[in-house]
């Protein structure tokens, strides 16, 4: 078990610009989130995967952001023309879901953004 | 609308003492409330989970109880140690393997 990762670990980039994160769950994990962490705040929920399936979206995720994750392995999360507010720790999880009887959630170190 | 709070201001304790630790929230009917640690520049690392049909679970110096009549959960670290200095993240969770709303999570100093 090597746990969720993230790549890449760090991003700087400039205003406007795309930019495309990828993650990659613990194998047998059905479930991937992502999440959205500033300073000094808790995660906040973005949206989350059953497989293949987007299976929710919150309202924080504006049309700019789009997820995937194809055959219901890794995930991507893409930002189309950043802005300085989307700065911010960009987290990834995974659990089993409902498939077992524990619902806690593993996640990844973390991609840390800078919009300049 | 769902508010979850946390005591912002940092919790500076004495090596050996307990620390204890509030998640207030309302305008929410969780079914599992659990409770995250997270060091610097890292991902948060599950701890605890308790059902709302629990009043209290336990995990080696770890103790959480839940009343949700209340609407609140407390976090317990007893003898406490210099490694247990984190942040700690309430987050509560509507369904089974749904999404997670967490708190804004409370510092914890443990000074030897």
């Known amino acids: 078990d090597t746990g969720v990762s993230q790549d890449p670990r760090h991003k700087i980039t400039k205003r406007g610009q795309n930019v495309t994160f990828r993650c990659d769950p613990i194998s047998e994990h059905n479930r991937l989130y992502w999440y959205r962490q500033t300073l000094g705040q808790g995660p906040e929920f973005l949206t989350y995967?059953?497989?293949?399936?987007?299976?929710?979206k919150s309202r924080l995720l504006s049309d700019r952001f789009s997820a995937e994750r194809p055959k219901g392995s890794f995930s991507t999360l893409e930002i189309q023309r950043t802005e300085q507010g989307d700065s911010a720790m960009y987290l990834c999880a995974s659990s089993t879901g409902w498939v077992s009887d524990s619902y806690e959630q593993y996640f990844g170190p973390g991609t840390r953004l800078t919009v300049t | 609308s769902q508010k979850i709070e946390q005591n912002s201001e940092a919790l500076n304790i004495q090596e050996g003492k307990t620390a204890t630790l509030t998640c207030n929230y309302t305008?929410?009917?969780?079914?599992?409330l659990q409770w995250y640690r997270q060091d610097p520049g890292r991902g948060p690392v599950f701890l605890l989970l308790?059902?709302?049909?629990?009043k209290e679970k336990r995990k080696e110096r770890l103790k959480v109880t839940f009343d949700t009549t209340l609407k609140q959960s407390l976090f317990h670290i007893t003898a406490s140690q210099p490694a247990d200095s984190a942040t700690y993240l309430c987050?509560?969770?509507?369904?089974?393997?749904?999404?997670?709303?967490f708190g804004g999570g409370t510092r914890v100093l443990v000074k030897p």
């Open positions: 305008n929410y009917s969780p079914a599992y």
């Open positions: 995967f059953q497989n293949e399936a987007q299976l929710e």
């Open positions: 308790i059902r709302e049909n629990e």
């Open positions: 987050a509560l969770e509507g369904a089974a393997g749904n999404k997670l709303t």
